[in-house]
């Protein structure tokens, strides 16, 4: 059975920084292509970044590009979303999720889902 489970969400100022973590289990993250997306109160669920089968291409989303990194602890099959200069639109629930999908920006792509963390972001 997979679970993702994220952690690392928390309440910072703008300029601020956060390191949100994903942990994998009952799958393997070379297997898959893993991805962060996040939802504001009254928003879609819009893509963050992915990264293909560990250590492979990244993937970011205009909005956070230059801002976000996404990686991999192959060791403790987890997934990293180092988040610099936060901005108060950054405000969400992240989520971690993972798919065997090229398509890797659609939510829809995505078989498993985490429960979320949230991330506050004060002006």
């Known amino acids: 059975q997979v679970h993702l489970v994220e952690s690392g969400g928390g309440l910072v100022q703008t300029g601020g920084s956060l390191r949100l973590s994903c942990a994998a289990s009952?799958?393997?993250?070379?297997?898959?292509?893993m991805g962060w997306f996040r939802q504001a109160p009254g928003k879609e669920r819009e893509f963050v970044a992915a990264i293909v089968r560990y250590g492979g291409s990244t993937y970011y989303s205009e909005t956070v590009k230059g801002r976000f990194t996404i990686s991999t602890n192959n060791a403790k099959n987890t997934v990293v979303l180092q988040m610099n200069g936060l901005k108060p639109e950054d405000t969400a629930i992240y989520y971690c999720?993972?798919?065997?999908?090229?398509?890797?920006?659609?939510?829809?792509?995505?078989?498993?889902w985490g429960q979320g963390t949230q991330v506050t972001v004060s002006s």
């Open positions: 999720a993972a798919t065997t999908s090229s398509r890797n920006t659609t939510p829809n792509a995505y078989d498993y």
């Open positions: 009952g799958l393997a993250l070379s297997s898959y292509v």
